[in-house]
């Protein structure tokens, strides 16, 4: 079973610049994690999809960022314009099941200048 | 609102001897509950789970945890430690109301001695 794929692995920009991160999930896997992890902190959720719906995007600043899943497979997470505290690992996760464990992927290293 | 705490950011332990890192929640309802392990420059790793059943999990590696409802706590254990366990262990917690939402802890740091 192919894991969760995240591009790209590395990406450095300038403050107010955009970005874009892209998940393909595993095959099946209706729920869909994005986290933001800092440096020395724990996985923080940012957005759960359940197939292409937004089941809680509470902790999601919305006004800088935005995400999707298309059909219900693929995931964009989009930030603009990006500040210096968005420097962190961007990891998504997915699973099967609610009542399952769910699959990282090697996550988005981003780093705003 | 739904919570994990880890309240210890490092545990030492000498190679051989048990080692038990610690996590306690707050959910509403009954919880799903998991760990996992990050090496560095990795990704996480599912370690174990508890959905329901016998409260003693058994998991990858010779990990073990316990969950107690009462204590509303999920204690990560091995009986003999390894240098090659050292790494980051995070704890999970995932609510059975409010979209199933799984949220993780800040992470305790696991430095095992030869």
């Known amino acids: 079973e192919a894991g969760v794929a995240q591009s790209p692995r590395y990406k450095i920009i300038e403050k107010r610049q955009s970005v874009a991160f892209w998940c393909n999930p595993i095959?099946?896997?209706?729920?869909l994690y994005w986290y933001q992890q800092i440096l020395g902190q724990g996985p923080k959720l940012l957005i759960q999809?359940?197939?292409?719906?937004?089941?809680?995007d509470s902790q999601l600043p919305k006004d800088r960022f935005s995400a999707e899943r298309l059909k219900g497979v693929d995931s964009t997470l989009k930030i603009q314009p990006a500040k210096l505290e968005d420097s962190a690992v961007y990891l998504c996760?997915?699973?099967?099941?609610?009542?399952?464990?769910?699959?990282f992927g090697q996550g988005t290293r981003l780093t705003v200048v | 609102a739904q919570s994990v705490a880890q309240p210890e950011d490092q545990v030492n332990v000498a190679e051989g001897n048990p080692l038990t890192v610690k996590c306690t929640y707050s959910v509403s309802g009954n919880p799903y509950l998991f760990w996992y392990v990050q090496y560095p420059n990795r990704g996480l790793q599912f370690l174990l789970k508890?959905?329901?059943?016998?409260?003693l999990v058994k998991g990858s590696y010779g990990f073990e945890a316990e969950f107690n409802k009462s204590q509303t706590s999920f204690h990560l254990k091995k009986p003999s430690a390894l240098v090659s366990d050292s790494a980051l262990y995070f704890c999970a917690v995932r609510g059975l109301t409010g979209g199933f939402k799984t949220i993780f802890g800040a992470g305790t740091r696991l430095f095992v001695k030869a």
């Open positions: 999809f359940q197939n292409n719906g937004v089941v809680d």
């Open positions: 508890y959905i329901t059943g016998d409260n």
């Open positions: 996760a997915t699973c099967r099941r609610l009542n399952t464990e769910a699959f």
């Open positions: 095959s099946g896997h209706a729920t």
